[in-house]
């Protein structure tokens, strides 16, 4: 279990990516009554305490995040560390506040950016794995590292970066709920839903006039003159003041930057005209509806949305490159100069470029070339080559395509893989579509997934899930003075 104590101190004081309206959730999550009324550092660890006191020894915790598996979505086909397997789609879902570490309370977890960053490295490496699907209701959480790393790694294995579909549907993706969900390559929500809330704030409790009606004094001796900068005890300073804006500022310039980055459709001005404001899905005036101000891209069902991505999975599933293509109608061949001029404009890689001159074939130098002392007869358009030649021509066409040129990284993977033209061509239709089979998957191949459910390592032998995944997560904290 996540000790309270700790976490209290971690809370108090810390900028806050939560909507204000939310922060009592954290209250009760520390074991608050209705009645009681957390006062800055004090009434946390007061709370921290009563939970202690109040838990037995034998009460269990859960060790691991709960998996997305509503009644209607039917049997998993497997699941992962969060995350169930169904139909080619990993379904994760995010439905908490967000901490810096997961942990388990009670019989509750509560998301942490650790955590939802192994369970996203162990869907990116799971071959079975086609799409994502990411159902968030949570309004956010604390301000830590962990939380741009989450977004920087969602960002790298989506299908705009040329990995796997993320499409996230927002029940309430509020702040940092919000933050992680622009970086999907499709934020889907509900009319009712709710988005926004892209910024920060940090909270001061001053009860130092409480305190002098009580006859307590309260005196610090201390080594610095700000050290006791925003201490419930005393009221707050001006230098004080300066630097609690200042993190809140900073916090939220790193905010908008991510949302940017992760939602190309959005610019820093329009996300700094939504004032850190709460938006429904979709309303009817467009100065309050997430679908017009592009927070979200489209308003649908939660088994709509589902549907829609497995639909898009099932187009995915290209024929094996091995496999014989189906006849098509010849085309003619471009000479050889023209099919590298092509691969130049379209931005290949020089190896790939080299690669192509390497397997051009001699007939198809053009007239009047150096070197070229006999001038052979051009192979007639119906006459039949052998495999070698076919795999050329199509590396020739690929290379010259339209799609090459607006996809220069799909060709590139296309020609290594060996793929026909065809085959290329529907890869490039899906992934301006926002879909795509992606190139850590073609790269990965069928290799084994990561799961609780992989044999542990023989330094992990006797050690439970939980251990095993502490183990693996652990990482050094700076101490607090």
Not at 213 to 223: D, H, R, S
Not at 260 to 287: K, S
Not at 350 to 357: P, V
Request: with cysteine; charged share 25%; glycine share 10%.
């Amino acid at each position: 279990m996540r000790n309270p104590a700790r976490l209290a101190a971690d809370l108090s004081g810390r900028p806050l990516l939560l909507r204000e309206a939310s922060v009592p959730v954290l209250a009760r999550m520390l074991g608050l009554e209705a009645g009681d009324r957390p006062t800055g550092f004090a009434g946390f660890m007061a709370s921290a305490r009563k939970l202690l006191n109040g838990r037995d020894e034998a009460d269990h915790d859960v060790t691991e995040p709960s998996a997305y598996a509503p009644r209607w979505l039917g049997k998993p086909d497997d699941q992962g560390f969060g995350w169930t397997l169904k139909d080619g789609i990993a379904c994760i879902e995010i439905d908490t506040c967000l901490m810096a570490e997961g942990f388990g309370w009670g019989d509750t977890w509560y998301h942490g950016y650790d955590t939802l960053a192994a369970a996203y490295e162990e869907i990116a490496a799971d071959a079975r794995v086609m799409a994502v699907f990411e159902v968030v209701q949570s309004p956010g959480g604390i301000v830590d590292p962990g939380l741009p790393e989450l977004a920087a790694l969602k960002r790298s294995i989506r299908a705009a970066a040329g990995g796997k579909p993320i499409w996230t549907y927002a029940r309430d993706a509020y702040s940092a709920a919000y933050w992680i969900a622009s970086q999907s390559d499709r934020i889907i929500a509900p009319r009712e839903g709710g988005v926004g809330s892209i910024g920060a704030v940090v909270a001061h409790c001053d009860i130092s006039g409480m305190l002098g009606e009580a006859g307590i004094k309260i005196t610090a001796f201390k080594f610095g003159p700000r050290k006791t900068d925003g201490s419930p005890f005393e009221p707050l300073s001006d230098t004080a003041s300066e630097t609690f804006q200042a993190e809140i500022d900073q916090c939220g310039r790193w905010f908008v930057a991510d949302v940017i980055e992760g939602r190309p459709v959005l610019t820093e001005a329009a996300v700094l005209a939504t004032e850190a404001g709460c938006y429904f899905g979709q309303a009817d005036d467009t100065a309050r509806s997430g679908l017009a101000l592009n927070l979200v891209d489209e308003i649908m069902t939660e088994r709509a949305a589902f549907a829609a991505l497995r639909d898009l999975v099932a187009d995915t599933r290209l024929p094996n490159p091995a496999a014989p293509a189906a006849s098509a109608p010849k085309e003619t061949e471009m000479k050889r100069s023209e099919v590298l001029a092509a691969a130049n404009r379209a931005g290949l890689p020089a190896a790939s470029i080299k690669k192509l001159e390497a397997e051009m074939p001699q007939d198809d130098k053009p007239e009047g070339e150096e070197g070229d002392d006999t001038a052979e007869e051009d192979t007639p358009d119906d006459e039949a080559v052998d495999g070698e030649d076919k795999d050329q021509s199509e590396a020739q066409k690929i290379a010259a395509s339209p799609e090459a040129v607006s996809n220069p990284a799909l060709a590139n993977a296309a020609i290594r893989d060996g793929l026909t033209l065809a085959q290329f061509q529907g890869q490039a239709k899906i992934a301006q579509s926002g879909g795509g089979r992606g190139q850590l998957q073609a790269i990965l191949g069928n290799s084994a997934r990561l799961g609780a459910d992989t044999p542990p390592k023989k330094a992990d032998a006797g050690l439970d899930t939980k251990a095993i995944y502490a183990k693996r997560a652990q990482r050094g904290k700076p101490a607090r003075a």
